[in-house]
């Protein structure tokens, strides 16, 4: 054999072998039908799925989604503190374009991979059971809802929320609605609701052992304050100060009031208050209310 007939057949054989390779270098791991999948947590795929690829076509996986900074996505065990992203998304992708705007935080859902072979040219340099010979591919995951019914729920919960609002704010107005007739003394913005029911005996020992430091209640100011009502007996008003005792005359207390009560003495009254340090006392009258 001449050296032209060898030449033209070293080309030939090469340009075949080059084919298979770039035929191989192609492949895309198509799935000729659905696997059976093997049910396991995430952090076993995590930990084995490199040396387990061999041992089941399929992999059925509870986990959350995570969206990262390279908009793509990995899967995450909140338990276990697994997290997994060694898949392949592509053909997934393509069947549901709008996966990302499906996605909810803190729900589970159902991942089926399945395992495929990776590039046919590793058959050339590595055994059949070489782990590199394959790659999972994400199938499907149950539990997506569709777009509609994340935000029909959306619509629902703020519908509830509003709702809830409107009630509160409901319930509010009338837990503060007075009527200025029943009062001798009113200051503005007096909200009744806000206030505690308290004997004047135990309001004095309370506002003795207030802190003005690290309060476990402060007000707008960052004062720490409490504000109590009590059923007592006005004793007289005295330009800016007013007293009142307990019906048992078992304690006395003079406060700040910011205006005329139109009290005499010895009226039974029920009196609301703020307590406040700063660092020292003051106690101020609020309100002053009829009583029987």
Same mark, same amino acid.
């Given at each position: 054999?001449?050296?032209?007939?060898?030449?033209?057949?070293?080309?030939?054989?090469?340009? /075949?072998?080059?084919?298979?390779?770039?035929?191989?270098?192609?492949?895309?791991?198509?799935?000729? =039908?659905?696997?059976?999948?093997?049910?396991? =947590?995430?952090?076993?795929?995590?930990?084995?799925? !490199?040396?387990?690829?061999?041992?089941?076509?399929?992999?059925?996986?509870?986990?959350?989604?995570?969206?990262?900074?390279?908009?793509?996505?990995?899967?995450?065990? !909140?338990?276990?503190?697994?997290?997994?992203?060694?898949?392949?998304?592509?053909?997934?992708?393509?069947?549901?374009?709008?996966?990302?705007?499906?996605?909810?935080?803190?729900?589970?859902?159902?991942?089926?991979?399945?395992?495929?072979?990776?590039?046919?040219? /590793?058959?050339?340099?590595?055994?059949?059971?070489?782990?590199?010979?394959?790659? /999972?591919?994400?199938?499907?995951?149950?539990? /997506?809802?569709?777009?509609?019914?994340?935000?029909?729920?959306?619509?629902? !919960?703020?519908?509830?929320?509003?709702?809830?609002?409107?009630?509160?704010?409901?319930?509010?107005?009338?837990?503060?609605?007075?009527?200025?007739?029943?009062?001798?003394?009113?200051?503005?913005?007096?909200?009744?609701?806000?206030?505690?029911?308290?004997?004047?005996?135990?309001?004095?020992?309370?506002?003795?052992?207030?802190?003005?430091?690290?309060?476990?209640?402060?007000?707008?100011?960052?004062?720490? =304050?409490?504000?109590?009502?009590?059923?007592?007996?006005?004793?007289?008003?005295?330009?800016?100060?007013?007293?009142?005792?307990?019906?048992?005359?078992?304690?006395?207390?003079?406060?700040?009031?910011?205006?005329?009560?139109?009290?005499?003495?010895?009226?039974?009254?029920?009196?609301?208050?703020?307590?406040?340090?700063?660092?020292?006392?003051?106690?101020?009258? !609020?309100?002053?209310?009829?009583?029987?």
């Amino acid at each position: 054999m001449n050296m032209k007939k060898i030449l033209s057949s070293l080309a030939v054989t090469t340009s /075949l072998f080059t084919g298979f390779i770039f035929e191989g270098c192609a492949s895309s791991g198509k799935i000729p =039908t659905e696997p059976e999948y093997e049910k396991i =947590t995430l952090q076993e795929l995590a930990q084995n799925y !490199k040396r387990d690829y061999l041992k089941s076509n399929g992999y059925e996986v509870c986990a959350m989604i995570q969206k990262d900074f390279s908009k793509k996505f990995y899967i995450y065990d !909140k338990t276990t503190n697994s997290t997994f992203k060694n898949f392949s998304t592509d053909d997934f992708l393509s069947s549901c374009p709008d996966f990302y705007e499906r996605i909810e935080e803190n729900r589970e859902y159902d991942f089926y991979f399945a395992t495929v072979k990776n590039n046919a040219i /590793l058959y050339l340099l590595n055994t059949s059971s070489d782990s590199r010979l394959y790659e /999972l591919k994400l199938i499907k995951i149950d539990g /997506l809802r569709t777009t509609e019914e994340i935000k029909a729920e959306k619509q629902a !919960k703020d519908d509830e929320i509003r709702q809830k609002w409107i009630e509160k704010q409901k319930a509010d107005e009338e837990a503060n609605r007075y009527d200025a007739k029943d009062f001798y003394f009113l200051t503005e913005n007096f909200r009744p609701a806000d206030y505690d029911e308290k004997d004047l005996f135990d309001a004095v020992s309370i506002a003795d052992k207030m802190p003005w430091k690290n309060p476990d209640k402060i007000d707008w100011f960052g004062v720490s =304050t409490k504000l109590y009502f009590s059923d007592v007996i006005c004793t007289g008003q005295n330009g800016k100060y007013i007293e009142f005792r307990t019906d048992d005359n078992a304690i006395r207390k003079i406060m700040k009031i910011s205006g005329r009560s139109g009290l005499k003495g010895s009226e039974k009254v029920r009196v609301y208050y703020r307590i406040s340090k700063e660092p020292l006392l003051e106690w101020n009258v !609020k309100a002053i209310k009829k009583r029987q």
